[in-house]
């Protein structure tokens, strides 16, 4: 069953701490993205990596890190310094550009909330 | 500055009639627009997706058209039905070869049974 796997589905944060949001994709694309989906807001981009050992910033990435070691991970640590966390987060994936279509297929999201 | 925006962000249909969902770009630069669904805690799911040397596209009861001329698309669902409801995204990518996608507000579409 093709698709792109979010873990968790909840998650909490405490004050201070660093938490890790995994994204999983077997559909084997190259391009991966994060977003960040506030209440009643669009989707605001964190990172996004085009292929493996790259990865570039998005409009919104201070606070957070990524990385992409393998192709079908692309996970997102909220760090401490993120002062606002709390969100619903979406990863994405898309397959190479074809005449400049960039469809992008999403997971179910995390939702981070600060205890 | 590049913006995707939204006219309304709540539309409310009665069951049966056809949906139009409206959205403004300001990047005259874009050349691939997508309409993605959202549905209530879940992500967001490919609709229908339109290039800028068209000015329509049809598919499985939606129909996206595209205005560049005043940098303007819409989303029109014909017989709204119950599950048609959801929030509504309206994305652009600018001609530049990287696949960053710029998405609007959303539009939340209340369907009346």
């Known amino acids: 069953d093709g698709g792109i796997t979010q873990s968790p589905k909840y998650l909490f944060r405490k004050e201070g701490q660093n938490v890790t949001l995994s994204c999983e994709q077997n559909l084997n694309h190259d391009a991966m993205y994060w977003y960040r989906q506030d209440p009643g807001q669009g989707l605001r981009l964190i990172y996004y990596s085009q292929i493996v050992n790259d990865f570039q910033k998005g409009d919104i990435a201070e606070g957070y890190s990524v990385s992409r070691e393998k192709k079908e991970s692309f996970p997102l640590t909220v760090t401490s310094a993120q002062k606002n966390p709390t969100a619903f987060y979406l990863c994405a994936s898309s397959p190479p550009l074809v005449g400049g279509k960039n469809i992008q297929y999403f997971g179910a999201g995390t939702r981070l909330s600060v205890l | 500055g590049e913006s995707v925006g939204l006219h309304l962000p709540t539309l409310s249909v009665q069951e049966g009639d056809n949906s139009i969902i409206n959205c403004a770009y300001s990047?005259?630069?874009?050349?691939?627009f997508i309409w993605y669904k959202q549905e209530s805690g879940k992500g967001p799911q490919f609709i229908i997706d339109i290039r800028s040397n068209m000015d329509k596209r049809q598919g499985q009861r939606v129909t996206v058209l595209l205005n560049k001329t005043v940098k303007h698309l819409s989303l029109q669902i014909a017989a709204t039905q119950p599950g048609d409801s959801a929030v509504y995204f309206c994305a652009e990518k600018n001609s530049g070869g990287y696949q960053k996608v710029t998405f609007g507000t959303g539009t939340k579409l209340q369907v009346i049974p």
């Open positions: 990047n005259s630069a874009s050349d691939y």
